[in-house]
Every structure is written in structure tokens, then in C-alpha cells.
């Protein structure tokens, strides 16, 4: 029998010989990263030309979808080594340059998206070649192509590709400069100790001083989350809350309106009603509508949960003003939100923050943290002693398949803020994992950024509970990174749909609800404690405390991104406020612009910030289907959600890989259980 004909774009088997190489380098200077990045342009300008001068006889899979693919790779890594620096260096002048890069880089991929000569190739090549001849990651490369092509209108006539291609330029340099402008925020308030009254010591003392003594307070999260949740001093909240939400309130402001019109009208140019229908065409929820009717259904559920907590914050807000002699408003203000919800976690659940961050130091949750991914997934570990790092506080990782040894690919951790560093915790994908030109298998790195609490000579980092809680969820993406065997960059690691990238991380957030890895990542910094009983049983009780209010808060920002991406004129503050007052009942505080301070609207999550909501409904019913009935640190289960849900990357789809995981269709039933909801009939519809 003879043997079957090769696929195009077959490799030998799915283990191809790995590479372990580390293609990503942390020493360029400014003038280096201006240098590089005109030769990166160059170099891959020249295979997009090869590609598109082709006739249609020479058209072949080689020729024109490896061709692309292969330079996708190099392209993508050293892409990352020039503008990745933007967002963690520390020296100003490379930050600058890679931001500068950036925007050339960005300005070129618009250049490349819109090749019309390249897109007719593949449209050929789609015509010459019989599907069945490729293999389905392959077919399914050619496919998203022509899909992405006819997104950026190439089959529209020139002078609207010339529309769309200026849209798109202004559009990626208007992000960049809408985020950098909150990275680069360095306002502080200056407070006395009296004004910061209820915060702890350890705090108190880590904070710089003014030349006249006081103390200076940042926008940064380290001291703006600890602050609005412990400080008893009202003014002091409603000074910190206001600067908060009115950071760079002119400049992107301008920017946001200037966003949001611009993607209309790309939006209109392609054939769309609207920029959130464009958007969502490529997400699994299809289209706005289905969006809307999802976000309103839950905050009809969640309303009343999330009155019966209103009305116990203002007795407690009651309660607390006769205790300290203050004027009682009977109303609920922005500035009190965290303060109360935290009081409601320490008065009705008895979890006292300040005591139970005593028992998670920075050292011991990332032992805890990384042993538990290590043993649920099948893991291994090592710390790579004296690497090139861009700072002296980042650490990196190597990481082996324990069965058979196998280097799988590398992460950074850099997990205390410093100024111009990105100030949230996000994962960031820098060097794919995926097949290189020669058919060996490229390692996949990714770097975890984060802004906890350093330490000092004198206290550790403690991390708040919910901090262990964003560790575990940001580590997530991490590992789906990571453990992803895709062959294609683009489908590499989290390259998913938009409304389904948060549930793999989201999922692994509720190891920090669950007794046995709390124990483990847990321990008193000064006596090396455990973890005690009572306040473990409080812990996990806690978890739906707030669940209403908090869900709501979600709910107002999904809203206001689709307000403004399926609406015309609308102004984000006000939006944003009157969606505070119907939605959370608790209105925005006057003169504020939370939009304008709101990075996901600029950051590649327009129109799509309701997918953190989407997701969970697909996390929780991953971990109560699988994890909670068969144990939530079993390797069996461990390795099935390795296999299903992490190794595709984004070559299945997101359905696909869930009916594979839970043997059924998604259900919203533990979803809305988890947020202390009823099910209605036993039986949910899956989104």
C-alpha cells in the first residue's frame, strides 16, 4: 500500500524537534532600537513584496502562505523586543524610543494588512488549492487570511482601502499615545499621617516624603487600592478617588472621542452598522445584540442583590459617621465604595485584611503559586540564574514538560511597580510558540507585569488577598501561553477569541478560593504560621461578599463600551455616570472622567470588555464540571484542561475546545450560582 500523499504544510509529526532559543534580547539602547526597528521594516517589506509580485502560475503553499507565516514568526518576536521596552524599562530615553517604535511599527502593519497585490495571492492560492491537501491548522491560516483581508476591505474599491488604510494608521498611534499618557502619570497627593488614619504602618512607612514632611500618595494601584479601602478619613478618599478618575483627563478625552469616531466610520467604510458589530463578527458572541441582551439580563438579576448591599453599607456608613462624630449624607459616594465593601468583608464575614495579608508574603504565594501550576499541569520550573533581564527585580523562569523532559518554553516575572512601568498586572506574549521556518518547534516566552508592593529592609511585599487572587489570574494567561503547541504564530498561546481569552485564567483564579492551595501559598511572614482555621472558613465565605455591586460595576463599564461603540454622540463621562446611578446606584463622582483613565478602550478591548463577564460563565463551568467534583488538584484533570483548553492556542475554536473539556455544550447554571443567583428552572441557555 503506498503511502499517503503529504499535506502542504505537513510537519513530520506534532513533536517537531524544539528550539529552546531565547530570540529576545533586553540590551539595545535608544539609537540601537531606532536602527532595528527601520531594518525590521525592511526585511519584511521585502518578503510581502516576493509575495505579492508573484504570477499566478507560480502561486504555490510555499511561496505565498509559508512564505507569510515564516516571516510572521521573526517578524512578531523582534517586533516585541523593540516595543515591549515601552512599558517596562526603566530608563526614559528607551522607553521613548520604543514607543516611537511602536508607532513605525504599527504604521507599517497597517502598510502590510492593506497589500492588496498580497491578498489577491492568497485569494489565489485559495482557488488553486484543494482544502483536503492541507492540513486544518494550514487550511485554517489560509482562511482567517482572506476573512482578515476582506475585514481590512481589500475587496472594496481603492479609494476606500485608502480610507480604511489612514483610519487604521491613525487609529494605532491614538492607542498608543492614550496609554502611555497613564503610564507616564506621575501625580501624588500630599497627605499628613493623621489624614491617612486607618491605613497600617507598614504602609505609612513606605511612602516618600515632601520636602515639607508629608507624606506623597500616587495614582499607582499599590497605594490607591490599600487607601480607598483602609483610610477612615472621607476627604482624604474623595481627594485620592477624584485625581483617580480625572488622570489625564484633557488629553485623552480628546483622544477617546477622536477613537471612538474614527472606528465608526472604518466601521461604516466595511459594511457595518456599527465598530462593536465589526468587532464581534470574529468573537463567540456574533454581534451586538446578543452582547446587550446578556449584560441587561444579569443586571436584571443582579439589581436586587445588588440593593440589599447598598442598603447595609449605608447602615455601616451610618454606624461609622455617629462613631467619629461625622456628618452623615445618607447617600452612598464614589469614594466610599471600596471602604465600605471592605468593611462588609471584616464586619459580616470577619476577614480582617490588614491580619490576613500577614500570611501571604510575596515569597511564599510564588512558591505556593508556581508549585500548584507545576503539579496541576504537569509542569516543571526553573529559576535561570543571572539571565539578561531589563531590570534587576525581574526573574526568569524556565519551563520543561515533566514527563519527558522537554523545555516548553520560558516566562518573566516583574512584579513591582517602579515609575513609566505599566501600571496594572497584565501577561505579556513576547516570543510565540509555534513552528519556525526549518519545521523545529520555536519555545514560547511570556512576561508577567504586575505592580505589588516591594519589600523593603525592613517588611516584606504582603500581598492583599485579591493581589493573589490577580497573581493567579494574570499567571493564567502565563501558562496558556506557554503550554500551547499551535504551528502558525497566529494562533499561537492566547490568540483565542477576544470573549473567550480571560475563562482560562479566570478558572485558575478559584484555586485562591479553595482551602488546600490557600494552605499552600500561605504563611505568617513573622512566625511561619499557618494559615488559621477560622480565618481560612471566614476567607472563602467572604467570596460573595459585594458579588452584586461589584457585578454591576462590571456591568456599567461593558455598557459604556458598547454605548460608545454602537452609539452615536455619546459623551463617555456622562454615559459613564448615568450608567453609574441606574445601573450601580451609586453615582460618578462630579468633574471625574473614568473613561478617559480606562485603558481597555484603547488597549485592544474596544467593544469587548464585556467578555471578562462572558468568559466567567465558561471558567466557572470548567471548574465546577471538572475541577470541583473530581479535586481541584488533580493531575488527571489537570492534564485534560492542558490538553483541550490550553494546547490548541486558537487554532479550534472556543465552542470546540469546551465541548471537548466538559463532554457537553456550556451551561450558565455555575455561573450564576457563583454569584449568588438563583437558576431559574434548573436549566440555563449557554451564551
Given at each position: 500500500m503506498k503511502p499517503p500523499a503529504a499535506c502542504a504544510g505537513d510537519v513530520l509529526d506534532s513533536t517537531s524537534p524544539c528550539s529552546i532559543t531565547n530570540y529576545l534580547r533586553w540590551d539595545l539602547s535608544a539609537q540601537q532600537i531606532q536602527a532595528l526597528t527601520k531594518?525590521?521594516?525592511?526585511?519584511?517589506?521585502r518578503v510581502y513584496d516576493q509575495v505579492g509580485a508573484q504570477e499566478f502560475e507560480e502561486v504555490s503553499y510555499e511561496s505565498t502562505l509559508k512564505a507569510l507565516a515564516d516571516v510572521e514568526v521573526s517578524y512578531t518576536v523582534q517586533r516585541n523586543t523593540l516595543?515591549?521596552?515601552?512599558?517596562?524599562?526603566?530608563?526614559?530615553d528607551i522607553r521613548t524610543a520604543s514607543t516611537e517604535a511602536d508607532k513605525q511599527l504599527s504604521e507599517f502593519d497597517v502598510e502590510m494588512s492593506m497589500?492588496?497585490?498580497?491578498?489577491?495571492?492568497?485569494?489565489?492560492?485559495?482557488?488553486?488549492?484543494?482544502?483536503d491537501t492541507l492540513r486544518p491548522e494550514a487550511a485554517r491560516y489560509l482562511e482567517r487570511l482572506i476573512k482578515l483581508g476582506r475585514r481590512n476591505g481589500l475587496h472594496l474599491p481603492q479609494e476606500t482601502q485608502e480610507k480604511i488604510k489612514n483610519i487604521k494608521k491613525k487609529l494605532s498611534l491614538l492607542c498608543i499615545d492614550f496609554n502611555k499618557n497613564l503610564n507616564e502619570d506621575t501625580t501624588f497627593l500630599p497627605f499628613t499621617r493623621e489624614e491617612l488614619g486607618g491605613l497600617p504602618d507598614d504602609f505609612l512607612n513606605s511612602l516618600e516624603k515632601t520636602e515639607e514632611g508629608k507624606l506623597k500618595v500616587t495614582l499607582k494601584y499599590p497605594h490607591y487600592f490599600p487607601l480607598l479601602k483602609k483610610c477612615h478619613v472621607p476627604e482624604t478618599r474623595r481627594k485620592v478617588e477624584a485625581a483617580f478618575n480625572c488622570r489625564c483627563k484633557e488629553e485623552n478625552c480628546a483622544i477617546l472621542k477622536e477613537l471612538v469616531a474614527l472606528r465608526a466610520q472604518k466601521s461604516s467604510l466595511l459594511g457595518f452598522s456599527t465598530?462593536?458589530?465589526?468587532?464581534?463578527?470574529?468573537?463567540?458572541?456574533?454581534?451586538?445584540q446578543a452582547v446587550a441582551t446578556f449584560l441587561d439580563e444579569l443586571a436584571r438579576k443582579l439589581k436586587p442583590l445588588g440593593e440589599q448591599e447598598r442598603a447595609v453599607i449605608l447602615e455601616l456608613k451610618q454606624a461609622e459617621c455617629e462613631k467619629r462624630g461625622l456628618p452623615f449624607d445618607s447617600r452612598?459616594?464614589?469614594w466610599d465604595m471600596?471602604?465600605?465593601?471592605?468593611?462588609?468583608?471584616?464586619?459580616?464575614y470577619r476577614v480582617d485584611q490588614n491580619l490576613l495579608k500577614e500570611y501571604f508574603p510575596m515569597q511564599v504565594v510564588t512558591q505556593g503559586l508556581l508549585a500548584i501550576y507545576q503539579e496541576l499541569l504537569g509542569l516543571s520550573f526553573t529559576l535561570e540564574e543571572g539571565a539578561n533581564v531589563w531590570h534587576e527585580d525581574v526573574r526568569l523562569y524556565s519551563v520543561q514538560d515533566a514527563a519527558s523532559g522537554e523545555v516548553i518554553g520560558k516566562f518573566y516575572l516583574d512584579l513591582y511597580p517602579r515609575e513609566g512601568k505599566y501600571g496594572h498586572a497584565a501577561c505579556f506574549g513576547l516570543q510565540p510558540g509555534c513552528l519556525r521556518q526549518d519545521g523545529s518547534r520555536q519555545i514560547a516566552i511570556a512576561a508577567m507585569v504586575a505592580n505589588f508592593t516591594k519589600p523593603t529592609p525592613d517588611a516584606p511585599s504582603l500581598l492583599q488577598h485579591d493581589e493573589v487572587e490577580t497573581y493567579f489570574h494574570e499567571f493564567g494567561h502565563v501558562m496558556h501561553q506557554l503550554c500551547s503547541q499551535a504551528e502558525f504564530a497566529m494562533f499561537s498561546g492566547t490568540h483565542v477569541e477576544r470573549d473567550f481569552v480571560e475563562a482560562p485564567s479566570q478558572m485558575l483564579e478559584n484555586w485562591v478560593w479553595e482551602k488546600e492551595p490557600l494552605l499552600r501559598m500561605s504563611q505568617h511572614y513573622r512566625t511561619g504560621g499557618s494559615l488559621p482555621q477560622e480565618l481560612l472558613d471566614k476567607l472563602i465565605k467572604s467570596r460573595q461578599a459585594n458579588t452584586g455591586l461589584f457585578n454591576?460595576?462590571?456591568?456599567?463599564?461593558?455598557?459604556?463600551?458598547?454605548?460608545?461603540?454602537?452609539?452615536?454622540?455619546?459623551?463617555p463621562a456622562e454615559e459613564y455616570a448615568h450608567l453609574c446611578q441606574e445601573i450601580l446606584g451609586v453615582p460618578a463622582t462630579p468633574g471625574t472622567n473614568m473613561p478617559a483613565t480606562f485603558g481597555h478602550l484603547a488597549g485592544g478591548y474596544d467593544a469587548q470588555y464585556y467578555g471578562y463577564l462572558w468568559s466567567e460563565v465558561f471558567s466557572m463551568d470548567m471548574f465546577h464540571t471538572r475541577f470541583k467534583q473530581e479535586g481541584v488538584l488533580n493531575r488527571k484533570v489537570g492534564m485534560d484542561y492542558r490538553t483541550n483548553i490550553l494546547k490548541p492556542g486558537g487554532s479550534e475554536d472556543a465552542s470546540a475546545m469546551l465541548r471537548l473539556f466538559l463532554g457537553r455544550d456550556p451551561k450558565q447554571d455555575a455561573f450564576l450560582l457563583s454569584k449568588g443567583l438563583q437558576v431559574e428552572g434548573g436549566e440555563v441557555a449557554a451564551c
Open positions: 531594518e525590521l521594516i525592511e526585511q519584511t517589506k516595543d515591549f521596552p515601552q512599558h517596562v524599562s526603566p530608563s526614559k497589500r492588496q497585490d498580497v491578498y489577491q495571492r492568497i485569494v489565489w492560492l485559495q482557488e488553486k488549492v484543494e482544502k465598530h462593536a458589530d465589526y468587532v464581534l463578527e470574529m468573537n463567540m458572541a456574533r454581534n451586538s452612598i459616594n464614589a471600596r471602604y465600605y465593601m471592605n468593611q462588609v468583608e471584616e464586619t459580616r454591576l460595576r462590571q456591568i456599567v463599564l461593558a455598557k459604556v463600551d458598547q454605548a460608545l461603540h454602537t452609539r452615536t454622540g455619546v459623551d
